[in-house]
T-cell receptor, first 110, second 118 residues
Framework: DAKTTQPPSMDCAEGRAANLPCNHS???????VYWYRQIHSQGPQYIIH???NNETNEMASLIITEDRKSSTLILPHATLRDTAVYYCIVLLDNAGKSTFGDGTTLTVKP | EAQVTQNPRYLITVTGKKLTVTCSQNMNHEYMSWYRQDPGLGLRQIYY???????DKGDVPEGYKVSRKEKRNFPLILESPSPNQTSLYFCASTPLLALGQSYNSPLHFGNGTRLTVT
């Protein structure tokens, strides 16, 4: 599975969009980009995933560059409850080896 | 309610005393996995299982055992715990799709077990 690079921390004002970047320059053609988040020390929670096209669901949007070497998770209107660690991982599929890096600690401020 | 249940939530034990952390899921998922989380090291995979009686090593299997005798249960066994196994442990599961499709259903995580070995 490809390695990912994320900034260790980011701040965002409440109500504004939070844009979390992820680099995955060694991604292969059939690997998916997944995003999870972890609030405090709870179990990670799935947010969204994509292969090539941009994706949107009720939680967030995922923008994947055309060359697929990077992606951005967008929380359109961040709230204080979005303060969490966000993990970007690249996987061929979920049924095998997987390791989460350190992620990005997003702090939403009032 | 669909969930992954880990027990216990907190455990303090002494070096060398065998322990088992249980993980159970009620979603009929084929795939289950164990992770440990340590500061600065993210979540690292210990073992995973694709189905009953099928288990494989993750990145950090040393000092751990697992078994998958039933689909719903995937216990993590520490035969002789040591202080370096003090960590936060998570179990996760996901369904496997039919052959020919990639397994891209998301992982469902339990709430974690905080283990301290003194």
């Amino acid at each position: 599975d490809a390695k990912t690079t994320q900034p260790p921390s980011m701040d965002c004002a409440e109500g504004r969009a939070a844009n979390l970047p992820c680099n995955h320059s060694t991604i292969s053609g059939n690997e998916y980009v997944y995003w999870y988040r972890q609030i405090h020390s709870q179990g990670p929670q799935y947010i969204i995933h994509g292969l090539k096209n941009n994706e949107t669901n009720e939680m967030a949007s995922l923008i994947i560059t055309e060359d697929r070497k990077s992606s951005t998770l967008i929380l359109p209107h961040a709230t204080l409850r979005d303060t969490a660690v966000y993990y970007c991982i690249v996987l061929l599929d979920n049924a095998g080896k997987s390791t989460f890096g350190d992620g990005t600690t997003l702090t939403v401020k009032p | 309610e669909a969930q992954v249940t880990q027990n216990p939530r907190y455990l303090i034990t002494v070096t060398g005393k065998k322990l088992t952390v249980t993980c159970s899921q009620n979603m009929n998922h084929e795939y289950m996995s164990w992770y440990r989380q340590d500061p600065g090291l993210g979540l690292r995979q210990i073992y995973y299982s694709m189905n009953v009686e099928v288990t494989d090593k993750g990145d950090v299997p040393e000092g751990y055992k697992v078994s998958r005798k039933e689909k719903r249960n995937f216990p993590l066994i520490l035969e002789s715990p040591s202080p370096n196994q003090t960590s936060l442990y998570f179990c996760a599961s996901t369904p496997l799709l039919a052959l020919g499709q990639s397994y891209n259903s998301p992982l469902h995580f339990g709430n974690g077990t905080r283990l301290t070995v003194t």
